[in-house]
């Protein structure tokens, strides 16, 4: 199996882009990640894109050859990977085994949505899509529903707190302030969080990831060639997917997202590292509770201890393991079928030593989780500045 | 928006009268309608009749609602356990937001859940309530 590696990185602006179309968001992350690794469009041969909904949010199916059509990607294979939020993780994921059997060389990652053409409850029908639309959606269970169905239970288990919930929020607000790219690019406080509207109880409104358009784009490569395209390659050290059932109700604890724990056991194992060798992490804050849980199931701390692991601080930049600092999809934005691409762009960016005021010192190795559903798919990514 | 209708028909019985799907070689039992069985990979599953009664595992309310509850809550929804251990989603009626609980016993209750349009068909399925001593 061939090493893998990323040379090119782009990225829009997250947030309501009222002035842009689902192709010309895609397009301009996609230039911007060809110029980034000093490389022609003739080069790039195939295209595996992450869209989680652009039929329901635009109106458009079958976009894989449309956005290939617009970069001018001419008769090249593109691929439209759908797992709701994790599409643009597992179109990494699946290009990395593309260029690891050899059948291409370089080849490109995009993920792109757009999602403010609708009204909010029109989307929230939308997110509801990525659950069981007979046995959960049909009976009135929204996706932030079923987050808080899980931070209830987690609260009753492990004695989680509100105020817990809210740390991750204060935390990836803070974080997005030095992100010139991010959606909301303002600090909160826990009790702004706390008097926010609820959305879904125990959830706030500022608990929850917010509805945004977006795109991002990555070149990878076979090792082999990536110095041709860059002095500082990213190189992927180890992958891991898996899935769990897609309705909540079918799992026997919801405390844990059993296809997180399955996806980074394979990509430690792939990697040869363990999660103490993780420098920074961008992990899949779509809810407070999320990030928590993810904590404990990645083997950064014991189980249970993930509000612990907030409230002493040990995931700010500066702590034992920062988590997100680009504002995660609480701050930086949710476009969901973009939102594994924009993780991977971060992580590449912060181990370049190129992520400015948010710049985590001295990163070697960073990880990226991108979760799909209420947990339904899990696909992580372990990436480092030396090669296996 | 797409009629449901055809959905909603195959669906109906399974909605109506609370069935379920059961394992005979691992026990295993699901409320959506199976071929295989999830845990053991086993095709023998046969349809069972489900209890009609249970505790609830996990609550929230939810205050942001979908395009098709416009104007509806807000509304208690849950996984109720039910007593052969059967875990599935439902909302939770005839109970103020407050007053629900983590281990509340609870009913089935056969009510409407939604309708395709102002004139279009109305369908139906389970809900529950809590169940009240009646001394």
């Not at chain 1, 939020?85 to 050899?102: D, E």
């Not at chain 1, 974080?175 to 010139?180: G, S, V």
């Amino acid at each position: 199996m061939r090493d893998v590696a990323v040379v090119g990185i782009g990225m829009t602006k997250f947030g309501e882009r009222w002035d842009k179309q689902l192709r010309d968001l895609f397009v301009e992350a996609a230039n911007e990640a060809l110029k980034d690794a000093s490389m022609g469009k003739d080069e790039v041969q195939a295209l595996f894109v992450g869209n989680f909904s652009a039929g329901s949010f635009v109106g458009q199916e079958h976009v894989a050859p449309l956005l290939a059509d617009y970069l001018s990607l001419k008769s090249k294979p593109a691929f439209r990977i759908e797992n709701a939020c994790a599409s643009s993780g597992m179109a990494f994921n699946l290009a990395c085994m593309a260029i690891a059997s050899g059948i291409y060389d370089i080849v490109m990652v995009g993920g792109v949505e757009k999602m403010t053409d609708i009204s909010v409850s029109e989307a929230t029908s939308v997110y509801a899509k990525a659950m069981d639309a007979e046995w959960e959606s049909f009976f009135g269970l929204t996706l932030p529903a079923a987050f808080a169905l899980i931070a209830r239970r987690h609260m009753v288990q492990y004695g989680t707190k509100p105020e817990q919930l809210a740390m991750v929020s204060v935390k990836n607000h803070r974080n997005a302030t030095k992100n010139p790219l991010a959606q909301f690019q303002f600090e909160i406080t826990v009790e702004r969080v706390l008097t926010s509207p609820i959305v879904s109880d125990p959830l706030h409104v500022l608990d929850c990831s917010p509805i945004t358009d977006g795109a991002a784009a990555i070149v990878l490569c076979s090792a082999e060639l990536a110095k041709k395209y860059t002095d500082t390659p990213i190189y992927v050290l180890g992958f891991g997917a898996a899935s769990d059932s897609i309705a909540l109700h079918d799992r026997p604890d919801i405390t844990t997202f059993s296809a997180t724990v399955k996806a980074s056991r394979q990509a430690y194992k792939m990697a040869g590292i363990e999660p103490k060798n993780i420098n920074v992490a961008e992990l899949h804050d779509s809810f407070t509770i999320a990030e928590i849980i993810s904590y404990e199931d990645l083997g950064f701390c014991e189980k249970g201890k993930g509000g612990l692991m907030i409230e002493e601080g040990e995931t700010e930049i500066g702590g034992r393991i920062p988590v997100n600092p680009s504002g995660g999809l609480k701050a930086r934005g949710n476009p969901i079928g973009a939102t594994g691409a924009a993780q991977i762009v971060e992580i590449v960016q912060q181990l370049r030593g190129e992520a400015g005021k948010r710049q985590v010192s001295d990163a070697e190795i960073g990880m990226t989780q991108n979760i799909g559903g209420s947990g339904s798919t899990c696909v992580v990514h372990i990436f480092g500045r030396q090669r296996r | 928006m797409m009629p449901k209708s055809p959905r909603i028909w195959q669906l109906a019985e399974r909605r109506y009268r609370l069935l379920g799907s059961k394992c005979t070689v691992c026990g295993k039992t699901s409320i959506g309608p199976r071929s295989v069985c999830p845990v053991c990979g086993s095709e023998k599953i046969e349809t069972v009749q489900l209890p009609s009664t249970g505790k609830v595992y996990s609550y929230t309310v939810v205050h942001m609602l979908p395009a098709e509850k416009d104007g509806y809550g807000p509304y208690i929804m849950a996984i109720v356990e039910l007593e052969d251990g059967t875990r599935l989603t439902a909302e939770i009626v005839d109970c103020e937001p407050e007053d629900v609980k983590i281990g509340m016993p609870v009913e089935l209750a056969f009510r409407l859940i939604g309708q395709e349009s102002e004139h279009g068909i109305i369908y139906y399925g389970y809900k529950f309530r809590p169940i009240i001593s009646r001394t």
